[in-house]
């Protein structure tokens, strides 16, 4: 029996009747039943969902009828996408027993392509932080050494797909929250451009900035999924018209001769130094395909944190103003109105969401708004600037995903600057819009896996994928 | 110090938060080392730059405007009613809300 499932490797096992979907879900839920009480990766399970679909997949495999793209395929949700009838919390407190009414678009979509939903995972309350310990259902280890954060904020997503107990996993990112999870856990993980993925059903953190993407165990599973969750949707008013490419087919298209901006801002001080051996061992791969390596400036990179953590917050506090105890979640019963808003928004939130609501109403504050909001606004039109400039001279950027392997549990927890900090080169792509992956790029101290982003033009998701392919295919994940 | 316990107050007052006094004093020095943080932004001359308050330019976004305007049958209330604190079908109870 496969231990590794691959995409591929269900179909065929699957339509060489070696395995029932029925099965392999099963299969897949006694990993989980092993793996998790360590893990606390997963925070709710699904199973009657789940085999109601194995059996409609097994079922169509019985009458020898067509199997829709992923069909049979085992994969984990992160807790901020509503999923109808499994409970889901945001890793909040206030969403405690929240069922949604409704599927998010990309669920509709991976239900209708034959994915099976196993359960959703552990993250950072409302998809705030960068280590998964801001979860109020406790933090996820990291699979590869488990005494790390997996990376945040969608940190049970990585590590069930890095633990093999999802094929597959549908993370969000907003500054970060794919791509740098990913790095830690050494899985591929990206973030379409902004109006690639519906962002419909995704519970808001900040709306200009937010984003559903998948985890994978190859960059061809990635691609796999992402043409699935990928398009146009009526119920996203930012959702694309454009086409959705033939992922899986454009990543095999050689490198050769494609341009890669290498920006000098990304391999600045505080980066480790076993990190940036990594990446240049990585973008010497690039060379041996054939790249050609350009050096860019980006020079706007140094503002991204300060930028993002206005714009984000701002967004932030706008969103979950509609926690208010009247028509979901927790409820703090009080004799007034006002003070039962007051009191069930202090009961239910945890530390990091108060600080950000604190923070975010702060700089759109009646005296403030101009000197941060607006301000912030203003440099995040010149960080998309950078990138708009790069794209004129090169094909993609190639930088590292985060400038340290995964940290300690608790070694950052207390100083909230410090944690911010972490997210320097993955914020710079959510404010531009762009799309960005990360890609396994060795390992250091012998266990910890280093990842290696690229950014792609808007829109232009294909090349993105095929440079992260090639990189693969070329051993990136051992260099 | 860029944020004081005046501050603090009227912005969760803002945001209907309640905070106790230690999450006061723990928040309001945290804010206030990242505004701190926040002010690098000013060693950049913005004066002439456009805010970026969207992502898509116009031709990328969906033509949200120009769609028909068309009923479509929509029979959520159960559902979302379920999921209330305390429902009174088909409303919301809220605690009072005018004094007499």
């Given at each position: 029996m496969t231990t590794d499932w691959t995409i591929d490797g269900v179909r065929t096992a699957l339509t060489e009747k070696k395995i029932s979907a029925r099965e392999l879900t099963s299969e897949f839920y006694k990993r989980i039943e092993a793996r998790n009480?360590?893990l606390?990766a997963f925070?709710?399970l699904?199973p009657?969902?789940a085999r109601?679909q194995a059996?409609?997949i097994d079922?169509?495999i019985?009458?020898?009828?067509?199997l829709p793209a992923l069909a049979g395929v085992p994969i984990a949700v992160?807790?901020?996408?509503?999923?109808?009838?499994?409970?889901?919390?945001?890793?909040?407190?206030?969403?405690?027993?929240?069922?949604?009414?409704?599927?998010?678009?990309?669920?509709?979509?991976l239900?209708?392509a034959g994915a099976i939903i196993l359960g959703?995972t552990?993250?950072?309350?409302?998809?705030?932080?960068?280590?998964?310990?801001?979860?109020?259902?406790?933090?996820?280890?990291?699979p590869?050494?488990?005494?790390?954060?997996?990376?945040?904020?969608?940190?049970?997503s990585a590590a069930a797909v890095a633990a093999g107990l999802a094929v597959a996993a549908l993370?969000?990112?907003?500054?970060?929250?794919?791509?740098?999870?990913g790095?830690?856990c050494g899985v591929p993980a990206?973030?379409?451009?902004?109006?690639?993925?519906?962002?419909?059903?995704?519970?808001?953190?900040?709306?200009?900035?937010?984003?559903?993407?998948p985890f994978a165990t190859s960059v061809k599973d990635v691609a796999a999924v992402l043409?699935v969750?990928?398009?146009?949707?009526?119920?996203?008013?930012?959702?694309?018209?454009?086409?959705?490419?033939?992922?899986q087919?454009?990543?095999?298209?050689?490198?050769?001769?494609?341009?890669?901006?290498?920006?000098?801002?990304?391999?600045?001080?505080?980066?480790?130094?076993?990190?940036?051996?990594?990446?240049?061992?990585?973008?010497?791969?690039?060379?041996?395909?054939?790249?050609?390596?350009?050096?860019?400036?980006?020079?706007?990179?140094?503002?991204?944190?300060?930028?993002?953590?206005?714009?984000?917050?701002?967004?932030?506090?706008?969103?979950?103003?509609?926690?208010?105890?009247?028509?979901?979640?927790?409820?703090?019963?009080?004799?007034?109105?006002?003070?039962?808003?007051?009191?069930?928004?202090?009961?239910?939130?945890?530390?990091?969401?108060?600080?950000?609501?604190?923070?975010?109403?702060?700089?759109?504050?009646?005296?403030?708004?101009?000197?941060?909001?607006?301000?912030?606004?203003?440099?995040?039109?010149?960080?998309?600037?950078?990138?708009?400039?790069?794209?004129?001279?090169?094909?993609?950027?190639?930088?590292?995903?985060?400038?340290?392997?995964?940290?300690?549990?608790?070694?950052?927890?207390?100083?909230?600057?410090?944690?911010?900090?972490?997210?320097?080169?993955?914020?710079?792509?959510?404010?531009?819009?762009?799309?960005?992956?990360?890609?396994p790029?060795?390992?250091?101290?012998?266990?910890?896996?280093?990842?290696?982003?690229?950014?792609?033009?808007?829109?232009?998701?294909?090349?993105?994928?095929?440079?992260?392919?090639?990189?693969e295919?070329?051993?990136?994940a051992?260099? | 110090?860029?944020?004081?316990?005046?501050?603090?107050?009227?912005?969760?007052?803002?945001?209907?938060?309640?905070?106790?006094?230690?999450?006061?004093?723990?928040?309001?020095?945290?804010?206030?080392?990242?505004?701190?943080?926040?002010?690098?932004?000013?060693?950049?001359?913005?004066?002439?730059?456009?805010?970026?308050?969207?992502?898509?330019?116009?031709?990328?976004?969906?033509?949200?405007?120009?769609?028909?305007?068309?009923?479509?049958?929509?029979?959520?209330?159960?559902?979302?009613?379920?999921?209330?604190?305390?429902?009174?079908?088909?409303?919301?109870?809220?605690?009072?809300?005018?004094?007499?």
């Open positions: 009480p360590e606390n925070l709710a699904s009657e969902r109601k059996d409609r079922a169509l019985a009458a020898d009828k067509p992160k807790d901020v996408i509503s999923t109808r009838g499994i409970v889901t919390t945001c890793g909040s407190k206030i969403l405690k027993n929240y069922v949604p009414p409704y599927d998010a678009t990309a669920i509709e979509r239900d209708a959703k552990n993250c950072d309350e409302f998809a705030m932080g960068s280590s998964n310990e801001n979860s109020a259902y406790g933090a996820v280890k990291n590869a050494s488990t005494d790390r954060v997996p990376g945040g904020s969608s940190g049970g993370g969000t990112d907003t500054g970060g929250s794919i791509r740098q999870p790095s830690f990206m973030m379409g451009s902004y109006g690639r993925v519906s962002r419909y059903g995704l519970i808001a953190f900040a709306s200009s900035l937010d984003r559903i993407g043409g969750i990928a398009g146009r949707d009526p119920h996203d008013a930012t959702s694309t018209m454009a086409a959705v490419p033939d992922y087919k454009e990543i095999t298209k050689p490198v050769k001769g494609l341009r890669l901006g290498v920006p000098k801002e990304y391999f600045g001080e505080g980066m480790d130094p076993a990190v940036r051996q990594k990446i240049e061992a990585g973008l010497e791969i690039y060379r041996r395909l054939g790249c050609e390596l350009v050096d860019i400036r980006m020079p706007h990179t140094d503002y991204a944190i300060a930028t993002y953590y206005i714009i984000a917050t701002a967004e932030a506090s706008s969103n979950l103003a509609r926690y208010d105890g009247v028509r979901f979640g927790l409820r703090v019963d009080s004799d007034s109105l006002l003070a039962m808003y007051r009191k069930t928004r202090g009961a239910g939130f945890g530390d990091e969401v108060k600080r950000r609501i604190v923070l975010g109403t702060y700089v759109l504050s009646a005296g403030y708004y101009d000197a941060y909001y607006l301000k912030g606004q203003k440099v995040r039109a010149l960080i998309a600037k950078d990138f708009r400039d790069a794209f004129a001279k090169v094909d993609a950027i190639v930088t590292p995903t985060s400038p340290a392997p995964a940290f300690r549990i608790g070694e950052r927890s207390q100083d909230p600057l410090q944690m911010y900090l972490a997210d320097i080169y993955t914020v710079t792509g959510s404010l531009a819009g762009v799309p960005g992956i990360s890609v790029c060795g390992k250091v101290c012998g266990k910890l896996p280093v990842g290696l982003q690229i950014f792609g033009a808007p829109f232009a998701e294909a090349g993105m994928l095929q440079l992260a392919y090639a990189f295919q070329a051993g990136g051992r260099v | 110090m860029k944020i004081n316990r005046e501050d603090m107050v009227r912005v969760a007052e803002l945001a209907y938060l309640d905070l106790g006094e230690d999450e006061l004093e723990k928040y309001r020095r945290q804010i206030d080392e990242i505004l701190d943080y926040i002010g690098k932004l000013n060693e950049l001359d913005t004066s002439g730059v456009e805010p970026m308050a969207q992502v898509l330019a116009n031709d990328q976004a969906a033509d949200a405007t120009m769609r028909e305007d068309l009923v479509v049958p929509s029979a959520v209330a159960e559902d979302v009613l379920r999921q209330a604190p305390d429902p009174e079908p088909p409303y919301f109870r809220v605690p009072k809300v005018i004094e007499r």
